[in-house]
């Protein structure tokens, strides 16, 4: 039963982890996209800081999303 317990709540922090990941590069890849769009022309995309802020906030979408496929793929306590 307890080890039941705990297989449920790691593959609840794997989902959390997963679902973070994805909104966290949705919303910044758009913030990002709209960036550039806004700035097309005026300024190169990596002189300003909103733009390297948005690949960097992507990347950690992407570190989250990692993190919660190890939680999923981790093997269970025994």
Not at 9 to 27: N, Y
Not at 56 to 76: K, N
């Amino acid at each position: 039963m307890a080890g039941e317990k705990t297989t449920e709540k790691a593959d609840q922090r794997s989902v959390q982890w997963i679902e973070g990941g994805v909104t966290t590069i949705a919303v910044s890849g758009l913030l990002t996209i709209s960036w550039r769009v806004y700035t097309a022309g005026k300024i190169p995309f990596w002189s300003a800081w909103p733009g390297i802020l948005g690949v960097a906030v992507v990347v950690a979408g992407i570190i989250m999303l990692v993190a919660g496929a190890a939680l999923r793929d981790r093997p269970e306590p025994s």
